[in-house]
């Protein structure tokens, strides 16, 4: 069975950081791309970043660029997103996906096959 569980979530000021955890297991991951999206209340899932697990290439949203940082240990099938100078704007739960993924379709949540559950991330001003 496939499981991504997200952690490290919580309420941070603006312009401090704050670093996600999502865990993977139950399939190999390798050809996958691992992606962080969020969604805020009333609004759409919104495309955040993302990351290849055999190649550690990364992709960002342009409203993230410069701020978040996604990396990734291949020994413990463990994604991160750190996340730095954070804004209120940011305020969101935040998921993690995989789903064999490329390209610019990368943005999109339809192509990702597995989520996790989110994790709340509320900054305040």
């Known amino acids: 069975q496939v499981q991504l569980v997200e952690s490290g979530g919580g309420l941070v000021q603006a312009g401090g950081s704050l670093r996600l955890s999502c865990s993977a297991s139950?399939?190999?991951?390798?050809?996958?791309?691992m992606a962080w999206f969020r969604q805020a209340p009333g609004k759409e899932r919104e495309f955040v970043a993302t990351?290849?697990?055999?190649?550690?290439?990364?992709y960002y949203a342009d409203s993230v660029k410069g701020r978040f940082t996604p990396s990734r240990d291949n020994a413990k099938n463990t994604v991160y997103l750190q996340m730095d100078s954070l804004k209120p704007e940011d305020t969101a739960v935040y998921y993690c996906?995989?789903?064999?993924?490329?390209?610019?379709?990368?943005?999109?949540?339809?192509?990702?096959?597995?989520w996790g559950q989110g994790t709340q991330v509320t900054v305040s001003s």
């Open positions: 990351i290849s697990w055999s190649t550690g290439s990364t």
């Open positions: 996906a995989a789903g064999p993924v490329a390209g610019y379709s990368r943005s999109y949540p339809s192509r990702y096959d597995y």
């Open positions: 139950g399939r190999t991951f390798s050809r996958y791309t």
